[in-house]
Each structure stands twice: as structure tokens, then as C-alpha cells.
């Protein structure tokens, strides 16, 4: 066989559907032009019987109705130590090939039109029952976000450093646990780093705080968005604000949709399908597949879709995706196969891998943490309104936030837990009782004054 005739087994091959459905040879021949390789429909057929007689590829239906498939996928790991199917790397040879090889392309309006609510799928169904499987945490009967709350302050260390590190940010994770613990930032360190964890950080405790008033829906993602893009964005007018301008996509040849009245329609539309699909963890792919794509924002879209894409899980009690140890070269590759194939095969796998790290990591976290103190959480929200209305009002009564009927030593208790609040609030944990920054310097200031 030739070199030739690899490369078009190849190409064959990194086309071919793996999740059982079916392309017929006009298509073929259509997304082989695409590619920039020249050969005849009979070429590709006689190929294509190869690949079949080989057992890679199969054949379906009769005479002017036959299409084609790739056969049972094989999986295998590369030297990330994520495990691959034999169509993510088909797709990662489609987008590692030269720019200049590949066809420019635009937003494709059918891959969003085509995709069904709980009858498309994105993950394969033995996919999303292992992910379910890893994410369970026996806390399914306790409100949304219990399990969030539970384990949020390192929980957040590692989701804010984790995201941040796939957009360039150069922290370490401690640098960021000094950050957001502490409020102090990295020596030599651009302050564009510390304004990007921080960020995340806000829009963690945005999801942490009122998982049950959070969902599919503009005014959650805008201000996902605005607070994730806050003190970033040339243009601040355009943080919280669905992009009004042309953007590219550095090192891809695709051009995201520019008619503002179709970006607009599209991510409602997005956010509609999102909130129609059943499985937390499709619904959880979906915005990571379509946000990106569509690219609503003039910046930040991949942030929005990796802190928007917890929310079906955290809505469901299930562990959240830290994105911790998620290798930046396979992420990026999945990303611009979206792009530029409207291929999700990649990016699936990667997801996959980096849940189940993320699963691993947050078992050991829980496993080292102390039983919660079972005051702090049934009264949670008393202690919460009690230390903020102290810092905004100057004085709060305890007792206005609780049952009469509560027992004195119980509100002893209580009353030292709220002293230990006051008395440890800092600007990295102040959002955490609803005080904003401002609120929390003029508090400060007055506690100065008064010394």
C-alpha cells in the first residue's frame, strides 16, 4: 500500500462517525474535499470495502442507500494517561493538521438546531453511567449544593487554580490558597493572575450560596460572566453583556457567528436545551460543547462554560468538575475540533478523565475533612444574616434569626460561632456571607477608627 493510500485510509477513518451512526458516500466524498484531498468516489469506495474487509469499518444498507461507520471503537492511552477511543484520536489527527490544509469554516447553525433534548447525545450512555457512577456522594436527598457547601473552601482552591492554569495563569496552587484564603498575592506575579482566581472565586460562591435560585437561564450566565470577567476585559462595558462585535479564534480556521440578533437567539436557545436535558452530566458536556462554539461573549467563554457546566451537577448533589490535572494540550485540541469538525469525540474523553480525577481527588479531600459541626449547618443561614447585618448595620440580635423556643445553651453556642466569624472575616472569605468589597472596606475602616 502507499503512502497515498494510507493518508486516505487515514482521513477515511477521522471522519467516520463512532457512535453508530452513519455518513453516505456523498457525504464522504464532500468532507474528504473539505480536507483538501483530491480523489474520486470510486477511490473512496474501494477504500472504504478495505477498511471493511479489515473490520474498522462497517457497512450499512443497500444499492444508493449505503452508508458507513466506524466499527466497536478501540481505546488506548497516550502519554497524558488519558485513555482514547479510536475516534478522539481520529479527531486529533483531523485538527492537528497544518491550517493551511484545512478548510476555513463558520458557524455551522445546524449543529445547535440538530441537537434534541435526551434524544441527542453527546456521551455515549456506558460514558454517562460511569461518570454517574463516579460521581454519586450520598447526598442526593439533601437540598442542591449541600455537597458543594460541604467541602467549598477546597473545593474552590482547586477549581479557581485549575481554571485559571487552562487560560495561561501562572499561580501555582498555593499561590492560589494564599490568594484566596488569605488575600495575599504572589510576589512577581502579573496582577492579571490574581484578578482571574479571584474572579473565579466570586463566581464559585455565585453557584455555592443559592444553588436552588441558579439555572439555564440569561441572568445566571451573564453574571457568571460578569463576574468572571471582572477588571479583564478591554471593554468593560462588555462584561455580563452578550458580544455586539466580530471576534476570531487564535490558531483555528473558524470564524465564530457575527449577527448580534443570532448570538443572542442562539444562547437562549442554548441555555433552553440545557435546561430540557435530563442527565446532569450531558446537560454538563452540552455547555461545555456549545458556549465555546457559539462564543456569546467577547471574552471568557470557555470560563463561563467550565464554571456553568457545574451546575447540573452541583443542582443534583453530584461531585463537581475541578478540572484539576486536565492536561491543557487534549482540552484545547477537543475545543477546536468543535470548532472546526463539530466532532465531540475528543473532548469527551477528556472530560471523562478529568471527572474521574476530580472524583479521586475530592474522596480523599472528604475522607480528610472533620464531621461537620452540626450547629454551624443546621443554622447555617442565621449564622450567615447575623455576621452580615453586624458588618452593613454596625449590631445585630441574634435571637431575631432564631426559634423562640431554642434552648439558652444551644444559643450560647451559637452566639460564639457568629463572635468567631466576626472576629476571622477577612476580605477572601467575606463574599461568603453576602458582604461585597466595598461593604467589607467601609467595615473595616470603621473597626480602625474605632481602635
Request: glycine content about 6%.
Amino acid at each position: 500500500m502507499t503512502s497515498r493510500d494510507q493518508d486516505i485510509r487515514t482521513t477515511l477513518l477521522a471522519i467516520l462517525p463512532a457512535d453508530r451512526s452513519t455518513l453516505s458516500i456523498n457525504r464522504i466524498a464532500n468532507m474528504v474535499a473539505d480536507l483538501g484531498v483530491s480523489v474520486s468516489r470510486r477511490t473512496l469506495q474501494r477504500h472504504l470495502g478495505a477498511l471493511e474487509q479489515e473490520g474498522r469499518v462497517v457497512r450499512e444498507g443497500k444499492s444508493v442507500s449505503v452508508s458507513y461507520r466506524l466499527s466497536a471503537p478501540v481505546q488506548s492511552t497516550d502519554e497524558t494517561g488519558i485513555i482514547f477511543s479510536t475516534a478522539a484520536r481520529e479527531v486529533q489527527f483531523l485538527v492537528s493538521q497544518p491550517a493551511i490544509a484545512k478548510r476555513p469554516v463558520t458557524y455551522n447553525q445546524d449543529f445547535l438546531d440538530g441537537y434534541i433534548p435526551n434524544d441527542t447525545h453527546y456521551l455515549p450512555e456506558p460514558m454517562r453511567t460511569q461518570l454517574h457512577d463516579m460521581g454519586r456522594t450520598g447526598a442526593t436527598d439533601r437540598p442542591a449544593g449541600t455537597h458543594l457547601r460541604d467541602n467549598i473552601g477546597r473545593l474552590m482552591i482547586d477549581l479557581s487554580w485549575a481554571s485559571s492554569k487552562l487560560e495561561g495563569n501562572t499561580y501555582s496552587r498555593l499561590d492560589t490558597e494564599n490568594l484566596i484564603r488569605f488575600g495575599r498575592t504572589a510576589a512577581g506575579k502579573d496582577l492579571l493572575d490574581a484578578q482571574m482566581i479571584l474572579n473565579h472565586k466570586a463566581a464559585i460562591e455565585l453557584i455555592a450560596d443559592a444553588p436552588e435560585e441558579i439555572g439555564f437561564d440569561s441572568y445566571t450566565f451573564l453574571n457568571l460572566h460578569a463576574l468572571l470577567s471582572e477588571n479583564l476585559l478591554s471593554n468593560p462595558s462588555a462584561s455580563g453583556r452578550l458580544r455586539r462585535r466580530p471576534v476570531d479564534i487564535g490558531g483555528s480556521v473558524y470564524t465564530p457567528l457575527a449577527i448580534p440578533q443570532r448570538i443572542e437567539a442562539n444562547f437562549r436557545t442554548i441555555l433552553d436545551k440545557a435546561g430540557q436535558i435530563h442527565d446532569p452530566f450531558e446537560a454538563s458536556f452540552f455547555l461545555m460543547v456549545q458556549i465555546p462554539y457559539l462564543q456569546p461573549f467577547e471574552d471568557v467563554n470557555k470560563r463561563v462554560s467550565r464554571i456553568g457546566a457545574n451546575i447540573p451537577l452541583i443542582k443534583q448533589n453530584l461531585s463537581p468538575l475541578s478540572f484539576i490535572d486536565m492536561p491543557e494540550e487534549p482540552y484545547f485540541r477537543g475545543t477546536q475540533a468543535i470548532y472546526e469538525f463539530n466532532r465531540t469525540e475528543l473532548l469527551a474523553d477528556v472530560y471523562l478523565a478529568a471527572y474521574e480525577r476530580s472524583c479521586q481527588r475530592y474522596a480523599a479531600i472528604v475522607k480528610s475533612l472533620p464531621e461537620p459541626d452540626p450547629l454551624r449547618l443546621r443554622y447555617r443561614e442565621a449564622i450567615r444574616a447575623v455576621v452580615r447585618d453586624i458588618v452593613l448595620e454596625g449590631t445585630a440580635d441574634l435571637a431575631d434569626y432564631l426559634p423562640a423556643e431554642i434552648e439558652q445553651d444551644i444559643r450560647m453556642q451559637l452566639q460564639a460561632i457568629v463572635d468567631a466569624e466576626i472576629k476571622n472575616l477577612h476580605e477572601g472569605n467575606a463574599l461568603r456571607f453576602g458582604i461585597k468589597r466595598s461593604q467589607f472596606e467601609t467595615w473595616i475602616a470603621q473597626q480602625a477608627r474605632r481602635a
